[in-house]
């Protein structure tokens, strides 16, 4: 079945750090991958996502490209601020079938972004 | 545009009681998906619905467990004799279903944290 592996937490970085959170994933098909972000005492949100291969997400400064040939979809942002200190999590999207749109979610990586 | 709404935010039950969460999804909205997160892991599907059919069960969902969503509006997830094993969040989410003006995204609820003693 499908699975999301997301690198070990958690990740402790200083302000205007680069973060890389990495992502892989197991599927058939061509699932669309998200990551969705849960701030403290806060509901997921969508960050961004991707439909397609070599399709890149892109918002508040973050960016994941779907990479269908090593099957990753890694998380990036050039300068991270206090305010992104959340738990991040990637997910799948079932591709097809009665499945279709049902999402898989890794198991979250805890950013903690220190002044 | 309100969001998805859950209630309660927090209930907290004895051991062998039975517990009921609402979800209202998005109101155009026509899938419904009932997720379940433990402390420390990402969150597992349990079940979804296409308006008011329930479409796909996982095998978390164990006989203890009913959802329903009557009108295809609002839907219900009830826990009867509950167990320590059943202290979790519970997550609902809504999104359109395939069709022209499809989009896959699930916009999320704050959640009902459970906590059985």
């Known amino acids: 079945g499908n699975s999301v592996t997301q690198m070990e937490g958690p990740v402790t970085l200083s302000e205007e750090a680069f973060l890389t959170i990495n992502c892989t994933y197991t599927?058939?098909?061509?699932?669309?991958l998200f990551w969705y972000v849960q701030y403290p005492g806060e509901g997921l949100q969508l960050l961004l996502k991707?439909?397609?291969?070599?399709d890149k997400g892109s918002n508040k400064g973050f960016e994941a490209t779907y990479r269908k040939e090593t099957t990753s979809f890694h998380l990036e942002k050039g300068s991270v601020q206090v305010s992104d200190s959340a738990v991040y999590f990637c997910a799948l999207g079932n591709a097809g079938g009665t499945s279709y749109g049902k999402l898989t979610f890794g198991q979250g990586t805890i950013l903690t972004v220190h002044p | 545009d309100t969001g998805v709404s859950q209630d309660p935010r927090h209930k907290i039950t004895k051991r062998g009681q039975n517990v009921t969460f609402r979800c209202d999804p998005i109101?155009?909205?026509?899938?419904l998906y009932w997720y379940r997160q433990t402390l420390g892991q990402g969150p597992e599907f349990l079940t979804y619905f296409q308006n008011e059919a329930q479409l796909e069960k996982s095998r978390l969902l164990s006989d203890r467990f009913s959802a329903e969503r009557p009108k295809g509006s609002f839907s219900t997830l009830e826990i009867q004799r509950t167990e320590q094993g059943d202290s979790a969040m519970y997550l609902c989410?809504?999104?359109?279903?395939?069709?022209?003006?499809?989009?896959?995204?699930?916009?999320f609820g704050p959640g009902t944290r459970l906590l059985v003693l």
């Open positions: 109101s155009e909205h026509n899938r």
């Open positions: 599927a058939t098909g061509y699932p669309s």
């Open positions: 989410a809504s999104s359109l279903a395939p069709g022209s003006s499809y989009s896959e995204t699930q916009y």
């Open positions: 991707a439909t397609k291969a070599d």
